[in-house]
């Protein structure tokens, strides 16, 4: 299953927040595609996720400030 988490306009720390919570609702093996344009998530998310022991499984930039990420739970 993929939810999608849209947290753009939102600052930092509140997209990592967000993604963290709504990551609790999944079930392994799921991804959460987050959609945000918060620079800092650019690393913090990424970090938050091999912490957590998830895989990242797409990051891109969508254009110069906004940017996608699916995290699949572990």
Known sequence: MQKKLAVVGMVCPFPL????????TLQS?????ID?????ATE???RWAAEAGHSVTNFEQIDDASWTITVQKK
């Open 17 to 24: 927040i967000e993604a963290k919570q709504e990551m609790e």
């Open 29 to 33: 093996g799921d991804e959460l595609v």
């Open 44 to 46: 913090a998310i990424p």
């Open 36 to 40: 945000f344009d918060c620079t800092q």
